[in-house]
T-cell receptor
Framework: QQQVKQSPQSLIVQKGGISIINCAYE??????FPWYQQFPGKGPALLIA?????SEKKEGRFTISFNKSAKQFSLHIMDSQPGDSATYFC????????????FGTGTLLAVQP | DTAVSQTPKYLVTQMGNDKSIKCEQN?????MYWYKQDSKKFLKIMFS???????INETVPNRFSPKSPDKAHLNLHINSLELGDSAVYFC????????????FGDGTRLSIL
């Protein structure tokens, strides 16, 4: 119940295209769903996050879509750029003060010029 | 200014040795974490401290001992290092417990020979 399932494992997108990464969870107590971006040799950096009271959040080219009834959320990267090439992690937390983030398995995105 | 800083960045050592990793955050957060990222890039929480008090202790061998001298510092000491301890260890911090954004350091790559 603590798992967050992420797909695909890897993704190749042409420059200017849309990158879509999907995640699913089981624990209905989760109340915070962040996406992290990680470049080689660096730590994960918070990209965008959503809480279950909204169905969509957009920040620049990055959008989270959230479907509470299906227990799924996804990251859309519009107009993908080579600089977006990185590993993306979805995560979830909630259900108390521990703020334990449960991470998905990661998606390696390569944006081809 | 680096928000969450870890030292050392690389640690290469022999099996059986004892080593420590240090973490400091200058964000004024009162909660700090240690995560382990394995060779498949899977991120898993190990420990969390809130105001120097241990609040998350995942199923981690007791060879791993975190220490928080104050709320801006969280160190990780590892005794009797084993081959399976080879990984990247990330420190993170957030404001309060609950579902708040976590800020990560750039990691310490531990290699056991």
């Amino acid at each position: 119940q603590q798992q967050v399932k992420q797909s695909p494992q890897s993704l190749i997108v042409q420059k200017g295209g849309i990158s879509i990464i999907n995640c699913a969870y089981e624990n209905t107590a989760f109340d915070y769903f962040p996406w992290y971006q990680q470049f080689p040799g660096k730590g994960p950096a918070l990209l965008i996050a959503i809480r279950p009271d909204v169905s969509e959040k957009k920040e620049g080219r990055f959008t989270i879509s959230f479907n509470k009834s299906a227990k799924q959320f996804s990251l859309h990267i519009m107009d993908s750029q080579p600089g977006d090439s990185a590993t993306y992690f979805c995560a979830a937390s909630g259900g108390g003060a521990t703020n334990k983030l449960i991470f998905g398995t990661g998606t390696l995105l390569a944006v081809q010029p | 200014d680096t928000a969450v800083s870890q030292t050392p960045k690389y640690l290469v050592t022999q099996m059986g040795n004892d080593k420590s990793i240090k973490c400091e955050q200058n964000l004024g957060h009162d909660t700090m974490y240690w995560y382990k990222q394995d060779s498949k890039k899977f991120l898993k929480i190990m420990f969390s401290y809130n105001n120097k008090e241990l609040i998350i202790n995942e199923t981690v061998p007791n060879r791993f001992s975190p220490k928080s001298p104050d709320k801006a510092h969280l160190n990780l000491h590892i005794n009797s290092l084993e081959l399976g301890d080879s990984a990247v260890y990330f420190c993170a911090s957030s404001q309060d417990g609950g579902s708040q954004p976590q800020h990560f350091g750039d990691g310490t790559r531990l290699s056991i020979l």
